[in-house]
């Protein structure tokens, strides 16, 4: 079984669209995460949510809104995308009482 | 806020060898973990190792140790036997206790890229 799911892995779109990526975590974690790569590699927290209330919220332009329905889904929406929007976006999830987190596969976005 | 640095970019070593990753880390914090974490090319990001700041003992898993070194702020990897499987990026990242006990999100160094030659 899948920890840590992530849908679609990848995503072309349009500039101006809006679109969404799924997180699915069954590890039983309180907290999960959104991070983003860009193109050089590197990784910078976006969103933290810890049992559905929202606990961290980076520098992150508000076209982009994380929706957590419950415990163990962590969704990311983004709205009029923007070429800069292109990179990878990481779910991930941990008990904040640990520090461990663990990763989904990634979804790769390309805006066009 | 915490800074986490890799002053290595790239680096490439023979199968076999021992190879050694550096990372560095500035925070005013006490209570806090660090993690290597491992991206081969599928991109996954793959848990490697973890240390608690309050314990002395380095952290080991099979042929990956740490020499975490709490006053030099230093927290550098070991790979013992590398094999081709090891050629990944490989981050070094930091998160801080925050009050109440929870952990907050990973900080990360920007990546060493490492290659095992056959």
């Known amino acids: 079984d899948t920890a840590v799911s992530q849908t679609p892995k990848y995503l072309v779109t349009q500039m101006g669209n809006d679109k969404s990526i799924k997180c699915e975590q069954n590890l039983g974690h309180d907290t999960m995460y959104w991070y983003k790569q860009d193109s050089k590699k590197f990784l910078k927290i976006m969103f933290s949510?810890?049992?559905?209330?929202?606990?961290i919220n980076e520098t992150v332009p508000n076209r982009f809104s994380p929706k957590s329905p419950d415990k163990a889904h962590l969704n990311l929406h983004i709205n009029s995308l923007e070429l800069g929007d292109s990179a990878v976006y990481f779910c991930?999830?941990?008990?904040?009482?640990?520090?461990?987190?663990?990763f989904g596969p990634g979804t790769r976005l390309l805006v066009l | 806020a915490q800074t986490v640095t890799q002053s290595q970019p790239e680096m490439s070593v023979q199968e076999a060898e021992t190879v050694t990753l550096s990372c560095t880390y500035d925070t005013s914090e006490s209570n806090y973990y660090l993690f290597w974490y491992k991206q081969p090319p599928s991109r996954q990001m793959i848990l490697v190792i973890r240390?608690?700041?309050?314990?002395?003992q380095n952290a080991t898993e099979n042929r990956f140790s740490v020499n975490f070194q709490k006053a030099a702020k230093s927290f550098s990897l070991k790979i013992s036997d590398s094999q081709l499987g090891d050629t990944a990026m490989y981050f070094c990242a930091f998160t801080r206790v925050a009050s109440g006990g929870g952990a907050d999100g990973l900080t990360f160094g920007k990546g060493t890229h490492l290659i095992i030659q056959p």
């Open positions: 240390q608690e700041a309050y314990k002395q």
């Open positions: 991930a999830s941990g008990d904040r009482g640990f520090g461990t987190q663990y």
């Open positions: 949510y810890n049992n559905k209330e929202l606990i």
